[in-house]
């Protein structure tokens, strides 16, 4: 031990700064690497899900764009049903009346409809008839 110099000490310093300054670069490059190399693994999956997520998208306005029109044609039958029945001189109770003129306020402010049941539904009204 008597024989250890300021030089040697010096030596062994440089030997451990390189080897953890040259890990640290290795680790360095090897995260850059990685990153890099998932990122274009994952990159086909990321585009497929955005492309899921926007057919997803267009199929719900599709579907609810169906079913607003699954409804305003039952209740356009409906109504008609109805309409039909007090032409034919059938009476209504007072349930199904409340029932027809809830469906006949949708049908017209809700569901946009705008057809033949308004004029059949004003004639009955000038008849007496509703």
């Given at each position: 031990m008597d024989n250890i110099t300021i030089g040697d000490i010096r030596g062994f310093l440089t030997i451990v700064v390189?080897?953890?300054t040259s890990t640290g670069i290795i680790v360095t490059t090897l995260k850059k690497l990685l990153k890099t190399?998932?990122?274009e693994e994952l990159k086909p999956i990321e585009d497929e899900l955005n492309r899921s997520v926007s057919e997803l998208k267009d199929e719900l306005v599709e579907i609810k764009t169906d079913v607003k029109e699954v409804d305003r044609q039952a209740t356009k039958n409906?109504?008609?049903k109805c309409l039909n029945d007090i032409r034919q001189g059938q009476t209504l109770s007072e349930t199904n009346m409340q029932r027809f003129y809830e469906n006949f306020d949708r049908y017209t402010n809700v569901l946009g409809g705008n057809s033949y049941l308004h004029k059949e539904?004003?004639?009955?009204?000038k008849e007496g008839k509703l």
């Open positions: 390189g080897l953890i190399t998932l990122k409906y109504l008609s539904f004003e004639d009955l009204r």
